[in-house]
């Protein structure tokens, strides 16, 4: 798998990997990036390409033109960290206390500005549209930055993201839906606090609150055909102050991950159905609120024939995964694809004794071999998809 070390001179794959770096020794949240936006500014003059920044507060896009009249393919870097202590010990560790690339977003800008050397260098025959993205983590700098207009002129788009089931030199594609519906709730229970020893004279907000974990489970369990995907996931939940109270209030908050818009209406649905009986039966007040995500991404057909095309050109038939299932993270990504065609890929990244941490833990790395490989791929890709347009 490591013959991928030809795919771009050594030279270049030194500067994609310092920019790396930087960018990962000085993480920043969403809508905050600015010390990256700025870095990013700087190496998109070095490299003689023309840039807006202030997009969507901190976002930023390059364009390089060649023939006005010729198709445009627009390449897409999410530039977000995350609120996390990094602790991977790397020589080049965030300088951000409690901040960190725990996702391969400093990856992610670094393979596109590899791209826009490589672009640059050796100009295809159509304009290019680089786009550096801030807030994926958070509230979604896509949409905003669609807003902003930084789609116009548009015909196709690409982007991808670091992941560790593969290694680096392979490249995951999926066909149709790959990521999920992010929806985000929140349940208040309120009921009547009471001393712990006269449960009658209470509405008791924790075992509610347990009813609710439980009972939520089963509307997975139960209610969703068993083919469709569907994840509820409890990740908080808050109530009472000392042992010997019964509480009256509780908090829950978690998240419901489909693929499928009626699986997860009905979903939500049967959430709120359940409150509200739970409500009912205990005489207790129960509000349910749910906040809507990122849509899944769906890649379009074409745009995922040529991203499989040029994969395969470059590193192989073997190294060039179908991906069987879509995973149920979100990516807003998806905004991009519901105004223009295109496809989002996985690029394989796995280090050596960290194929078991996650993105998002704090000893999250990955195998640096990755940049040359994303960087070659999406200018190839860039390449090849303005010849099949301008033959169209
Ligand atoms: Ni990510």
């Not at 936006?37 to 364009?63: C, D, M, N, P, Y």
């Not at 870097?77 to 400093?106: K, R, V």
């Not at 994840?231 to 829950?252: E, K």
Request: aromatic content about 6%.
């Amino acid at each position: 798998m490591k013959k991928v070390n030809k795919i771009v001179s050594e030279e270049l794959f030194e500067w994609i990997r310092d920019i790396r770096r930087t960018i990962h020794q000085w993480p920043e949240l969403g809508f905050k990036e600015e010390k990256t936006a700025e870095f990013i500014s700087r190496t998109l003059k070095k490299l003689g390409i023309k840039h807006k920044t202030g997009i969507a507060q901190t976002g930023i896009v390059g364009k390089l033109i060649t023939d006005e009249k010729a198709p445009t393919i627009a390449l897409r870097a999410d530039i977000d960290a995350l609120p996390i202590t990094e602790e991977t010990g790397l020589p080049f560790a965030s300088q951000n206390p409690g901040i960190m690339h725990a996702c391969g977003h400093d990856g992610h800008t670094a393979i596109v500005l590899g791209a826009a050397r490589l672009l640059k260098e050796d100009p295809p025959e159509g304009n290019v549209v680089f786009i550096f993205q801030p807030a994926e983590e958070t509230d979604g700098g896509a949409k905003p930055m669609i807003e902003e207009g930084v789609l116009e002129g548009v015909d196709m788009i690409f982007g991808g993201h670091i992941e560790r089931d593969n290694y680096a030199g392979m490249i995951g594609i999926k066909s149709g839906v790959h990521t999920a519906f992010t929806d985000a709730f929140e349940i208040k229970v309120i009921g009547k606090g009471g001393h712990a020893a006269r449960p009658h004279e209470t509405v008791d907000a924790v075992l509610l609150a347990s009813q609710i974990v439980i009972n939520l489970q089963t509307i997975i369990s139960r209610d969703i055909d068993p083919v469709h995907p569907a994840v509820l996931t409890v990740g908080y939940i808050r109530s009472g102050t000392v042992y010997n109270a019964i509480a009256d209030r509780a908090v829950l908050r978690g998240t419901i991950r489909t693929t499928d818009e009626t699986v997860r209406e009905l979903i939500i649905d049967k959430t709120r159905k359940m409150c509200a009986s739970l409500a009912i039966l205990h005489d207790a007040e129960i509000k349910f609120n749910n906040k809507p995500g990122y849509p899944p991404i769906i890649n379009d057909e074409v745009s995922l024939e040529y991203a499989k095309y040029v994969a395969e050109k470059l590193i192989g038939k073997g190294n060039t995964v179908s991906l069987p299932h879509p995973s149920l993270g979100g990516e807003d990504f998806a905004y991009y694809l519901m105004k223009v065609p295109g496809c989002f890929v996985r690029f394989g990244a796995a280090k050596d004794g960290h194929e078991k941490i996650a993105s998002h833990s704090p000893k999250f790395d990955f195998d640096e071999d990755v940049l040359r490989v994303g960087a070659a791929y999406l200018s190839e890709l860039v390449r090849y998809s303005i010849k099949k347009l301008r033959k169209q």
